[in-house]
Every structure is written in C-alpha cells, then in structure tokens.
C-alpha cells in the first residue's frame, strides 16, 4: 500500500509543478485552479478505482469479486492485464480530457 501512496505523493508534486508553470505561462489565476481540479480528477482516475474489480474484461465490471477471491498473495501478484476495450475507454477519456485542458489554456 505504501507504494501506491508514493506514487500519488509523486503525482500531486508533478501536478503542483505543472499548475505553477502554467501560472507564469499564462499569467491567469483561473487557469491554475482549472489546471489543478483537471489534474486532481485524472490522478484520481488512476489512483482511486477498485483496480482488481477492473482488471479483468469488461463484460465482468459489473459483477462484484469474492472475497476469497481477493487474498493478500492475490494482492501482491496483481499486474496490468492488457484489455483492449479497457484501454480504448482509458484513452478516449484521457484524450479528450487533455484536448479540451490545452484548447482551454491555449486560448488567451
């Protein structure tokens, strides 16, 4: 779990980093706060979903996991499996959030 915690610490520091650079690039306070609460919501797209409930294909999203089902050696053993459905729906959300974000901060 430990990891998981560094790698959001690492994430809101890289997102903090980026909400400052876009400040003095635009000179707009609006922009940092919009470029924060974008950033906050896309880690937490990440950060925050029951990944085990995921990982697997789509058809399965809505059945919940048994509990036997998720065991600490489980936990541990639990790497990305490549769906493509799952990385189609990831991309375009992700694709789009980050089109509007920059058409948003690109205008002046």
Not at 56 to 65: A, E, K, R
Request: charged share 15%; glycine share 6%; net charge positive.
């Amino acid at each position: 779990m430990k990891n998981v915690e560094k790698k959001f610490q690492i994430s809101v520091a890289c997102l903090a980093i980026v909400v400052v650079f876009i400040g003095l690039y635009t000179q707009s306070l609006n922009k940092m706060i919009v470029t924060y609460f974008i950033g906050i919501l896309g880690i937490l797209g990440v950060f925050l979903p029951d990944w085990e409930s995921f990982d697997q294909s789509v058809s399965h999203w809505g059945t919940p996991l048994k509990v036997d089902e998720l065991t600490a050696e489980s936990w541990r053993s639990v790497r990305f499996r490549f769906y493509p459905v799952r990385m189609a729906i990831f991309t375009i959300l992700y694709g789009c959030g980050l089109y509007k974000w920059w058409m948003f901060i690109s205008t002046k």
